[in-house]
């Protein structure tokens, strides 16, 4: 009977592990712009090739709602050069100025509200797919605080340099910037506030934010 007893429960934990489910991404077609660049940098990770997407991010279902919606409030750290805050959780995908926002040049951010605190399981940010590129100083943090002063987690950062300047050196890879965005595993960090940072990227000053997501509970 207690033998029983225990392979049920194991069963049950192997069960709880299967359920597992991957966030869904919904991405937009490649972007194909002709030949691709060299692109040099310290710090970029080696090229998986254009379609091979990331591991997915597995997560229990009641983690895996998409958490922004068109009506999710956006704040930018400086007054958009071109496009609309909303154009960054319009859904719209597309890599152009219908559906991007832009901000003017140097370190900038992008920051969602989520109107109240959740359990945030993925952050995507898709920058500007339209030729191939790299941004620079990516990082994405969520807090309770709309300042980020404060209980703040970072779940990315790929400024190697600190030349952010936000007080600490990331242990991220840049990365080609395509279709599949940028997804990254929130580890089920608890926040109201969701902030995008970059500072550019190798074809131009600017800042484009085509879209950013967020999943959790
Ligand atoms: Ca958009
Ligand atoms: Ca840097």
């Excluded at 991957?22 to 310290?42: M, R, W």
């Excluded at 898709?126 to 943090?141: A, F, P, T």
């Excluded at 242990?171 to 990254?184: A, Q």
Aim: aromatic content about 6%; overall charge negative.
């Amino acid at each position: 009977m207690k033998k029983l007893v225990m392979s049920a429960l194991a069963l049950a934990a192997v069960a709880a592990f299967a359920e597992k489910v991957a966030i869904k991404f919904e991405l937009p077609p490649p972007h194909s712009s002709g030949t691709p660049k060299e692109i040099k940098s310290d710090n970029l990770e080696p090229d998986r090739g254009p379609g091979k997407l990331r591991p997915p991010i597995m997560v229990e279902p009641e983690y895996a709602k998409k958490l922004t919606t068109e009506d999710t409030k956006v704040t930018t750290s400086e007054e958009a050069v071109t496009g609309e805050n909303e154009y960054v959780v319009d859904g719209d995908k597309t890599p152009d100025a219908t559906s991007m926002l832009q901000l003017p040049g140097g370190v900038q951010w992008v920051q969602l509200d989520l109107g109240a605190e959740h359990v945030i399981s993925a952050v995507c940010v898709w920058h500007d797919q339209g030729d191939e590129r790299v941004y620079k100083d990516v990082i994405m943090q969520i807090s309770n605080d709309p300042k980020f002063l404060e209980g703040v987690t970072t779940i990315f950062n790929n400024d190697h340099d600190d030349s952010a300047k936000l007080g600490k050196k990331g242990t991220d890879k840049e990365y080609r910037e395509r279709n599949d965005g940028r997804p990254v595993d929130a580890k089920l960090t608890k926040g109201r506030y969701v902030r995008c940072y970059s500072n550019g990227s190798t074809s131009e000053p600017v800042n484009n934010y085509i879209e950013i997501e967020v999943f959790g509970k």
